[in-house]
């Protein structure tokens, strides 16, 4: 039975894992939309963005109206461009009719030549919402709609260039260098502003004994992330947002606190503990009606009770460690998917995006853990109030941290 528990501690943690790959409840995004119609040597635009949206702007106080102040905004952030110029504007941005709760507004560029590729840059909102998503539509005045070209525009993809096949047709023009730098600095830009991301990561230096093992398990957390995170942003399985992000928030608070209770022996207790606690806000949580099913509940309760009672010992943490950071590595990549799927990944150039990304928060793990490696020797040291250790203290704050994150992303979601 000793043997076994670990195993069934996995078990749980499987269960909990394939239930999270259940649909999510949708949540609305920050969208706008353009169709662009190329006619010789002009092109015709016309942008579309809710109402609500468009309140977001600074100007939207001042301006005589909403649309004014997009058109405004447009103005300064939509630029069109041909052979190294910019294509100059031959009306200014004029409301069009829309559909109830938006503005379409539209304008027109004169280019320089028929057949040049066009380059389009859109600055538009995101500077001020980095999740926002633009979907253009560009199509040829003597093609019909099926031969129009999707482009999507992020905050790290603000650019396309376009132009004409020799059949006529059109064509995207994003190099894979470009695509894949850009989504770098996305992935370092997300791994070091996403707090609930490094406090893992800072929580598997804790546990580490060595720096060998330190790298085994970050090594470990690397091969999970990148397993989940290909899977999702490639659209092999749906993730359930609301149940990843309450993992993410208990692995810190389980990992966390295993540093200071795995040399009290103290483990199997907080497993029993944790799993009690559990139970009760699975009931909580099935009053309320929310969103995580007792299914996901279940896992999470075995896996604690199975868990704590397999750590008896400092030598036993480290043994089962690289499975753990592993299994929960693969929440963490789901939440890092849930990005991607905020900002997409363009359609013509996917691998590099998704090759990119990923480097980006392998680059920003890196420069997020070299200085804390070099002050790891002075953790060791007690500090001169509590006669309590570094590392000690920053584990406890991690593991209230944690279960901060998860009752709050269970119960008050």
């Given at each position: 039975m000793k043997r076994l528990t670990p195993f069934l501690g996995l078990i749980g943690l499987a269960v909990s894992l394939i239930f999270c790959l259940a649909p999510a409840t949708a949540h609305n995004k920050s969208t706008s939309f353009s169709d662009w119609l190329w006619q010789d040597d002009a092109l015709q635009l016309s942008f579309t963005i809710a109402m609500r949206t468009a309140t977001i702007l600074p100007d939207v106080a001042v301006a005589a109206s909403v649309q004014d102040a997009v058109a405004v905004h447009l103005?300064?952030?939509?630029?069109?461009?041909?052979?190294?110029?910019?294509?100059?504007?031959?009306?200014?941005?004029?409301?069009?009719?829309?559909?109830?709760?938006?503005?379409?507004?539209?304008?027109?560029?004169?280019?320089?030549?028929?057949?040049?590729?066009?380059?389009?840059?859109?600055h538009?909102?995101?500077?001020?919402?980095?999740?926002?998503?633009?979907?253009?539509?560009?199509?040829?005045?003597?093609?019909?709609?099926?031969?129009?070209?999707?482009?999507?525009?992020?905050?790290?993809?603000?650019?396309?260039?376009?132009?004409r096949s020799?059949?006529?047709?059109?064509?995207?023009?994003?190099?894979?260098?470009?695509?894949?730098s850009q989504y770098v600095g996305l992935g370092v830009a997300h791994i070091l502003t996403g707090i609930d991301h490094l406090a893992f990561v800072l929580c598997l230096l804790l546990l580490s004994q060595t720096r060998r093992h330190a790298l085994v398990l970050v090594t470990g957390f690397t091969l999970g992330h990148s397993l989940t995170l290909g899977l999702a942003a490639l659209g092999f399985v749906a993730?359930?947002?609301?149940?990843?992000?309450?993992?993410i928030g208990g692995?810190?608070?389980l990992i966390a606190a295993e540093h200071v209770l795995a040399r009290q022996g103290a483990m199997p207790r907080a497993g029993c503990i944790a799993a009690c606690v559990l139970l009760i806000m699975a009931g909580l949580d099935w009053l309320r009606g929310g969103e995580i099913a007792f299914t996901g509940w279940l896992g999470l309760i075995v896996f604690c009770a199975c868990y704590g009672a397999s750590i008896k010992t400092p030598a036993d943490a480290k043994r089962l460690a690289p499975i753990v950071?592993?299994?929960?590595?693969?929440?963490h990549g789901f939440g890092f998917a849930g990005l991607l799927a905020e900002v997409g990944l363009p359609q013509d150039q996917l691998l590099a995006g998704l090759l990119g990304f990923n480097l980006g928060v392998e680059i920003g793990q890196i420069i997020f853990l070299t200085p804390i490696l070099?002050?790891?020797?002075?953790?060791a040291r007690r500090l001169p109030v509590f006669k309590l250790s570094w590392s000690d203290a920053v584990a406890s704050g991690l593991a209230g941290f944690g279960v901060y994150l998860f009752v709050q992303r269970t119960l008050f979601l």
């Open positions: 103005l300064a952030h939509i630029e069109v461009r041909q052979n190294g110029k910019t294509c100059p504007r031959t009306q200014g941005y004029q409301t069009a009719p829309a559909k109830a709760n938006y503005i379409k507004l539209q304008t027109r560029f004169q280019c320089f030549d028929a057949e040049a590729p066009i380059t389009l840059r859109n538009a909102f995101f500077n001020l919402a980095r999740s926002h998503v633009h979907f253009a539509r560009l199509r040829l005045a003597s093609q019909g709609l099926q031969d129009s070209e999707e482009l999507l525009f992020t905050a790290s993809q603000r650019q396309h260039q376009i132009s020799p059949s006529g047709s059109l064509v995207g023009q994003t190099s894979f260098g470009d695509a894949m993730p359930n947002a609301a149940f990843v992000e309450a993992i692995s810190i608070a950071t592993f299994g929960f590595g693969l929440f070099l002050l790891a020797p002075y953790l």
